[in-house]
């Protein structure tokens, strides 16, 4: 059988990984892939492989199940609300708030330097029922850094908040989503959720205004993207860049609280990324 050679030099992913390790000049070791007839006796594990062999760990390394969803595919009435940014003491307990007033859950993408500087509401985010997840330790647009760089800001973001608990999902700033991205976030085991609505203010939109922009727009399986802090701009606090994106986030959080009301006025249960994809 000569799979060996004509999958040599196609992707090595899942089992043409292992089929191409066979051509390798393996000889007995690669008889455990199940190319050739394999008794249980003769399987070598991946690890195994490294120490015995002179093939290189990292082709023998095996990939995660990581996903990317931006939406959910589902027949439930029912939508996850997000928040990105945060941990900020104007912003997030405005979003708790508005997400108490109708006995909603959302998800928190926390940034792991606000998660250190404002650890009692980080806490408080999760004593109140939501999910938290991870969006960096430090807001980098990802796209712009080396591979190695946006792999510790994806490292040390999802370090600072799995202390406060189980956490699931990343998602990029910016949605600034790379090669690099996908493959440091699948390291980790991090699924990662971007999003299917946005919650951004436009530049003319009042808050009213965004509010019938999303109760008209939004759909069963949505992930709807809020913020609850300014990402870089939390590091030049006193610039105009600042003060104008404060300024946005106020009149986004304005509109929430009414956007939360038509939702489950409509019959839309508010839920958290990982209970929304349990639907699927
Ligand atoms: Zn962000």
Not at 88 to 98: E, G, H, K, V
Not at 178 to 184: E, H, K
């Amino acid at each position: 059988m000569n799979d060996d050679v004509e999958l040599r030099g196609q992707q090595p992913i899942g089992r043409r990984r292992a089929l191409q390790l066979g051509g390798l000049g393996l000889g007995s070791a690669a008889a455990g892939f199940g190319v050739r007839a394999a008794t249980e006796s003769s399987f070598v594990t991946p690890g195994q492989l490294s120490t015995r062999s002179n093939v290189a760990p990292e082709i023998v390394e095996r990939r995660g199940s990581s996903r990317i969803i931006w939406s959910v595919n589902t027949a439930a009435q029912r939508v996850a609300i997000t928040f990105d940014d945060g941990p900020d003491p104007d912003f997030t307990p405005r979003a708790l708030a508005a997400l108490a007033a109708v006995g909603g859950r959302g998800t928190f993408f926390m940034m792991g330097y606000n998660v250190e500087t404002h650890a009692e509401l980080a806490r408080r985010v999760v004593n109140e029922g939501h999910e938290i997840a991870t969006h960096t330790s430090e807001h980098r647009y990802l796209p712009f850094l080396a591979p190695a760089d946006t792999g510790e800001q994806i490292a040390d973001g999802f370090a600072a908040v799995k202390k406060l608990g189980d956490v699931r999902w990343f998602r990029p700033p910016r949605g600034g989503l790379t090669g690099a991205v996908v493959l440091a976030a699948n390291d980790l085991d991090l699924d990662i959720a971007m999003w299917s609505v946005n919650g951004r203010i436009g530049k003319d939109e009042s808050s009213a205004d965004l509010a019938i922009r999303i109760g008209s727009t939004i759909q069963r399986g949505d992930i709807v993207l809020f913020h609850d802090g300014i990402g870089r701009g939390t590091f030049q606090p006193q610039t105009s860049f600042a003060q104008e994106l404060r300024d946005r986030r106020g009149k986004e959080l304005d509109a929430l609280p009414r956007v939360l009301e038509q939702l489950t006025d409509s019959g839309f249960e508010l839920v958290t990324v990982s209970e929304l994809v349990e639907d699927e």
